[in-house]
Structure formats: structure tokens, C-alpha cells
């Protein structure tokens, strides 16, 4: 069982930045894939970001790509989402997600944050 905590959401400005943390409960947080996701009102659920477990490699959506950065700090049990260039389109809830197994890009995830929301204006 794994609970995550995701903070650092909030207000900013278009071309602003911002940085994303998750938290993660447990002991084998390393055994662990991670995502970042995000909804925005009125539309699904969509990928933004997976990483490796040893933080190693990264994979990202491409409307995120280039300005998005995920990393993870295994000793902290922590995941961070670096958002630079935001744009409009970036507001959403963001959720941190984690998943136990051998593949660090699991097609579906197991476990699952209360979200943070982000706004940018315009």
C-alpha cells in the first residue's frame, strides 16, 4: 500500500514557472513506477510525465515535452514535477500515480494522489 501526497500547486502567470512534489508512503518507494497526470475541467484524465525507477530516464507527453522535467529522489520517497513555460493550457489538477512492477511504463497505475491544481492566466 502506497499513499501520495502531491504538493506545490497554485496561481502563476503564463511563461511562469512551477514545481510539482509527490510524496510517497512505504519502504520500497524504488520498486515503484511513477507518473504525473492532470485533467482539466471538462476533459479526461491525460498522461504528462513517467519516469525510471532509479530516475535514470524519463518519458513525457508531447505537449509537455521540452518545458516539462520529472525527477525523483528515492531516499526522500519523492517525485517532482518541474514546470517551466506554462501556458493556459497547462491549467488542470495534477495527480501523482505509482504502480509496483518490473516496468517503469505500466499502462495503467495502482495507486493515486488527491491531486494539487495549477492555474495559469493568461
Known amino acids: 500500500q502506497v499513499q501520495l501526497v502531491e504538493s506545490g500547486g497554485g496561481l502563476v502567470q503564463a511563461g511562469g514557472s512551477l514545481r510539482l512534489s509527490c510524496a510517497a508512503s512505504?519502504?520500497?518507494?524504488?520498486?515503484?513506477?511513477m507518473g504525473w497526470f492532470r485533467q482539466a475541467p471538462g476533459k479526461e484524465r491525460e498522461f504528462v510525465a513517467a519516469i525510471s525507477f532509479s530516475g535514470s530516464s524519463a518519458y513525457y507527453s508531447d505537449s509537455v515535452l521540452g518545458r516539462f522535467t520529472m525527477s525523483r529522489d528515492n531516499a526522500k520517497n519523492t517525485v517532482y514535477l518541474q514546470m517551466n513555460s506554462l501556458k493556459p493550457e497547462d491549467t488542470a489538477v495534477y495527480y501523482c500515480?505509482?504502480?509496483?512492477?518490473?516496468?517503469?511504463?505500466?499502462?495503467?497505475?495502482?495507486?493515486w494522489g488527491q491531486g494539487t491544481q495549477v492555474t495559469v492566466s493568461s
Open positions: 512505504g519502504r520500497t518507494f524504488s520498486n515503484y513506477a
Open positions: 500515480a505509482a504502480r509496483a512492477g518490473s516496468t517503469w511504463r505500466p499502462a495503467e497505475y495502482d495507486y
